[in-house]
C-alpha cells in the first residue's frame, strides 16, 4: 500500500494560459503543491540543484507548443535536469534513503526505450525539478556514484544536455564509420555551433581522440576553449549569418550580405580544419545556419542534430546532400543504458560542464528564466533548491 504524504511543497509552476507572454517569466508562479502518494515503484525526493535548460524555455515560450495545452492540464511543474536527494524510497525502487540521483528525462519510450514524450515536459501528469520536493518514479532517477569526486553543481548540467549529446555523437560517428573506416580516416574534425550540448560533444570528440571545434561568439568562451584544446571559431567575424530562402531569392542586398558572412565563415572553417571541412557537423539551431553548417561538412561527413534553437525548417537540396553523400542523423535525447554508460564515462573521465561561476537561488529563478530567454547566462545555468 502506498504511504499518503499529506505535507506540501513549493513550486514554481507554469500557467499554462499565460505561456507565450512576454517576460516569459510571467507564465511562472510560485506555489504550494500538495504531492501524490508515494508507489512502492516511486521516491519522495527533494531537489539539490537543477538546471535550466531548452525544452523549459521552449515550455514558457509556448514555442513550438503549448504544452499545458497538448497535456490538457492547466498548470505543469517544469524541469527534467537535476540532482536530488531520496528521502523517503518506494519499496521496489531499489534506492536507499540519502542517494543522490540525476533525473532520466524520458517518461515514455518506444518499445526499443527511445524517448516519445518528455518527463516533466510533454509527457501527462508528470511533474518536475521546480519544486522543492516531489515523487517521481525510480525509473526516472540514475543513482550517482556514491563516492563520486565530481561536484553536484555539475552535476546537475549533466542530465539533459550531456546525455543528449552522448547519444547523438554516438549515432555521428556510427553514420560517419558506415562509409569511411579508420584506415580511411582516423582522427575526424568534429565541428559544432555553440550551447551546452554543442560543448559536450566536442569534448567528448576530444576524449575519444577526434579534433574538435565550436563556434562561439563569445571571447570568454574562445578562452576558455583555448585552455581545454578545443579549436574556437569566432562568430563575431559573421555575425548576424542568417538564412532566409524567400530573401535569399528575391531580396539581391541581403543575398549579397549573406553570401559575405557564409564565405567569411567558410574560409574559417578551412582555415582551422587545414582545408578539409567538418566530418560532422553539430547544428542545434536550425534555420539561419542550416545553410551553412551544411557547406562546412566536408564529402561523406555528417550533420547530427538534437535541437532547433532558432527554427525547425530547413530546406535542402536533395541532389547535391546525394552527390556529397552526406549522412544526416536526428536524435532525441537517449535510452537508459546509454544514459547509465554516459554517468560511468563521465565519473571516470571528468567529462562533465564546468563549475558554474554563478549558481542562481530559487527565488531568482523567474530571472533566470527571463536571462536565459534573452541568452544572457551562461551554457549550463544552475540554480539552487536549498
Ligand atoms: N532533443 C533533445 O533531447 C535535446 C536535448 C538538449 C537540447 N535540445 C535542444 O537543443 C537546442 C540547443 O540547446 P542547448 O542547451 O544545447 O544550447 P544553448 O546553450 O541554449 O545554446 C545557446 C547558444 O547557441 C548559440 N547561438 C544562439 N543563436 C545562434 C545563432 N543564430 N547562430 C549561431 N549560434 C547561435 C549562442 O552561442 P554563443 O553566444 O557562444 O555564440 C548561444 O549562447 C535547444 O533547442 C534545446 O531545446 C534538445
Given amino acids: 500500500m502506498g504511504i ?26 510560485q506555489k504550494k503543491i500538495t504531492l501524490p502518494e508515494l508507489s512502492p515503484e516511486s521516491c519522495l525526493v527533494e531537489t539539490l540543484y537543477g538546471s535550466w535548460e531548452g525544452n523549459m524555455d521552449h515550455a514558457l515560450r509556448a514555442d513550438p507548443v503549448n504544452i499545458c495545452v497538448q497535456r490538457k492540464e492547466p498548470e505543469v511543474v517544469l524541469g527534467n ?11 521496489n525502487s531499489g534506492l536507499a534513503e540519502g542517494d543522490c540521483c540525476l533525473i532520466y528525462g524520458a517518461a515514455e519510450t518506444d518499445e526499443y526505450g527511445y524517448m516519445t514524450l518528455a518527463l516533466a515536459y510533454d509527457a501527462p501528469a508528470t511533474s518536475g525539478v521546480l519544486a522543492k520536493r516531489l515523487v517521481i518514479p525510480a525509473a526516472n532517477l540514475i543513482p550517482l556514484p556514491k563516492t563520486t569526486r565530481h561536484d553536484l553543481e555539475r552535476w546537475a548540467a549533466f542530465s539533459i544536455r550531456y546525455i543528449t549529446a552522448w547519444g547523438n555523437l554516438n549515432v555521428a560517428i ?31 570528440a576530444k576524449l575519444r581522440g577526434h579534433a574538435p571545434f565550436l563556434v562561439t561568439s563569445s571571447g570568454s568562451r574562445l578562452e576558455h576553449l583555448k585552455k581545454i584544446g578545443v579549436t574556437g571559431i569566432d562568430r563575431r567575424r559573421f555575425m548576424g549569418l542568417s538564412f532566409d530562402e524567400d530573401r535569399y531569392d528575391s531580396d539581391p542586398d541581403y543575398h549579397k550580405a549573406y553570401a559575405a558572412r557564409e564565405d567569411i565563415f567558410l574560409e574559417a572553417v578551412l582555415e582551422a580544419t587545414g582545408g578539409q571541412g567538418f566530418h560532422v557537423i553539430v547544428d542545434n539551431i536550425g534555420t539561419p545556419i542550416f545553410r551553412a553548417s551544411l557547406r562546412s561538412l566536408a564529402r561523406q561527413g555528417v550533420f547530427a542534430t538534437s535541437g532547433w534553437k532558432r527554427g525547425m525548417r530547413t530546406p535542402l537540396f536533395r541532389a547535391i546532400e546525394t552527390i556529397q553523400r552526406h549522412i544526416h542523423i536526428h536524435t532525441h535525447y537517449a535510452t537508459r543504458n546509454e544514459a547509465d554508460e554516459s554517468v560511468s564515462f563521465a565519473e571516470e573521465n571528468d567529462w562533465l560542464p564546468p ?26 545555468p544552475v540554480f539552487s533548491a536549498l
Avoid at 375 to 380: I, K, L
Wanted: net charge negative; hydrophobic share 45%.
Fill in 81 to 91: 535536469s537535476a540532482v536530488v536527494r531520496v528521502l523517503a524510497p518506494g519499496e
Fill in 4 to 29: 499518503r504524504l499529506t505535507e506540501a511543497t513549493k513550486a514554481w509552476v507554469l500557467i499554462g494560459e499565460k505561456a507565450g507572454c512576454t517576460p516569459f517569466s510571467d507564465a511562472l508562479e
Fill in 174 to 204: 556510427k553514420a560517419f564509420r558506415s562509409q569511411m573506416d579508420e584506415h580511411d580516416l582516423p582522427v575526424l574534425n568534429i565541428g559544432a555551433w555553440g550551447g551546452g550540448t554543442s560543448y559536450a560533444e566536442v569534448t567528448l
Fill in 355 to 380: 563549475m558554474p561561476a554563478r549558481v542562481w537561488r530559487w527565488q531568482d529563478i523567474p530571472a533566470l528564466a527571463d536571462a536565459y530567454a534573452e541568452g544572457d547566462t551562461s551554457w549550463f
